[in-house]
Nanobody
Framework: VQLQASGGGLVQAGDSLKLSCAAS????????MGWFRRAPGKEREFVAA????????YYADSVKGRFTISRDNAKNTSYLQMNSLKPEDTAVYYC??????????????????WGQGTQVTVSS
C-alpha cells in the first residue's frame, strides 16, 4: 500500500490542523493505521492509532484530549485532527499502515508501510 500524508503547515499555538493520509494500492480496510512524529533531534514517536473498523483508538499521553484520529474506509483515508496545538507538537508527522496488528498499535515496529511525512510547525 502507498501512503501520502498531507495537511501540515505553520500555525500558532492554540490553532488547529487536520492531517490526511491517502492510501492506494491495497484494500485500505485491511490495515490498522497509525500516526507518528519526529521532532528535531528526537526519535520518531507514536502519536495515535486506529483499528480497521475504527472501534479501537489509542493515543499518546502527550496528545490525548487534543488530537483525534479517524478513518474513512470508503475514501481510503486516515485523518489526524489536531487541536490546541503547542510548540512542542512541532515535528514531521508520518502516517503508517500495519497489516499484522490486531488492534490499534503504538509500536513502531508493527507498521509495514510509511508515508513520506508532512511538516507541522507551531509557533509560540
Amino acid at each position: 500500500v502507498q501512503l501520502q500524508a498531507s495537511g501540515g503547515g505553520l500555525v500558532q499555538a492554540g490553532d488547529s490542523l487536520k492531517l490526511s493520509c491517502a492510501a492506494s494500492g491495497r484494500t485500505f480496510s485491511n490495515y490498522v493505521m497509525g500516526w507518528f512524529r519526529r521532532a528535531p533531534g528526537k526519535e520518531r514517536e507514536f502519536v495515535a492509532a486506529i483499528s480497521r473498523s475504527s472501534f479501537n483508538k489509542y493515543y499518546a499521553d502527550s496528545v490525548k484530549g487534543r488530537f483525534t484520529i479517524s478513518r474513512d474506509n470508503a475514501k481510503n483515508t486516515s485523518y489526524l485532527q489536531m487541536n490546541s496545538l503547542k510548540p512542542e507538537d512541532t515535528a514531521v508527522y508520518y502516517c503508517a499502515a500495519s497489516q499484522t496488528a490486531r488492534v490499534a498499535s503504538p509500536t513502531l515496529g508493527s507498521y509495514d508501510y510509511w508515508g513520506q511525512g508532512t511538516q507541522v510547525t507551531v509557533s509560540s
